[in-house]
């Protein structure tokens, strides 16, 4: 019995010195010819994203965030889309971003203005804590003036409630 225990013992040793073990890197191939090669955008250091990923990344094309009644947190499930703009921010600095706020019908006209910028000013400062710069956000509100839905139900108030990351320059 001891020796079975010591076995596993040393077995779990094995398994966790080869779970600590670092990756290799594979090295890009190295270039024959004379000519240089130029890079897209040289502060792109990740690589994660290109520019067509605004088009094709899914996390990406998700451009809206939605918000709960008179609220102006950001509810957890947009913190992945969040976190996957501010990379791409990250990666290209010469990208510009408008985050345009919205409100439903309910409210005075004023009182939702200043909530659609509150909402857009809750994105901005969660891209910020996440890396975008502030010279590559602005914020935009259109309170209730631009609906997405015209319906007078919580359904279609619920769809206004929103943040629309609008790209103005993709790098």
């Known amino acids: 019995m001891k020796n079975a225990v010591r076995v596993l013992v040393a077995v779990m040793l ?26 897209t955008n040289p502060a792109d250091t990740s690589g994660r994203y290109t520019v067509d990923s605004l088009d094709t990344d899914a ?12 609220r102006t947190e950001i509810k957890s499930e947009f913190q992945a889309q ?14 510009r971003v408008t985050l345009e706020g919205h409100a439903d019908e309910r409210g005075t006209r004023e009182y939702n203005l200043g909530l659609g910028e509150r909402r857009g000013n809750a994105v901005q400062s969660a891209l ?5 710069m502030a010279g590559q956000l602005n ?14 139900d919580e359904s279609a108030w619920a769809k206004n409630r929103r943040v629309e990351i609008v790209y103005t320059s993709a790098q």
């Open 14 to 39: 094995v398994a966790g010195v080869a779970a600590c073990k670092k990756k290799a890197v594979k090295q890009a191939p190295a270039t024959t010819d004379n000519t240089t090669q130029t890079q």
């Open 59 to 70: 996390c990406l094309r998700q451009r809206v965030v939605y918000f709960d009644l008179d």
């Open 82 to 95: 969040i976190a996957c703009h501010a990379e791409y921010l990250r990666q290209f600095k010469g990208a």
């Open 128 to 132: 910020g804590s996440a890396g975008a």
């Open 139 to 152: 914020v935009v509100s259109y309170g209730e003036e631009r609906p997405v839905d015209r319906g007078h």
